[in-house]
């Protein structure tokens, strides 16, 4: 069992940054895949930033590429979302994801841990 806490949300002006924390309980969280996702109101959740267990490759959805760094410390069990360049589309509750399939993106992960997530808003 893991636990996912998320921190870091709040209200930001288009073109400010936000960093995001989510920590994990557990012994095993260097094993995880760990992700960000999100969902808008009246939208699915989508996938956001993923970062391996093991020699921390990272993957990003197009639209968040080049804007967004996902990082990790397994020694602090927490995982990170530096958000630069945030434009009010980015506006969502964004979930922390500990995933132990290698499978990248994956929203309807069914052996995987969500947190409760966390609200950004990005003004325009």
């Known amino acids: 069992q893991v636990e996912l806490v998320e921190s870091g949300g709040g209200v930001v002006q288009a073109g400010g940054s936000l960093r995001l924390s989510c920590t994990a309980s557990?012994?095993?969280?260097?094993?995880?895949?760990m992700g960000w996702f999100r969902q808008a109101p009246g939208k699915e959740r989508e996938f956001v930033a993923t970062i391996r267990s093991s020699a921390g490759r990272t993957y990003y959805a197009d639209s968040v590429k080049g804007r967004f760094t996902i990082s990790r410390d397994n020694a602090k069990n927490t995982v990170y979302l530096q958000m630069n360049s945030l434009k009010p589309e980015d506006t969502a509750v964004y979930y922390c994801n500990a995933d132990s399939s290698p499978i990248i993106g994956n929203t309807a992960c069914k052996v995987c841990y969500w947190g409760q997530g966390t609200q950004v808003t990005v003004s325009s």
């Open positions: 557990g012994r095993t969280f260097s094993s995880y895949n």
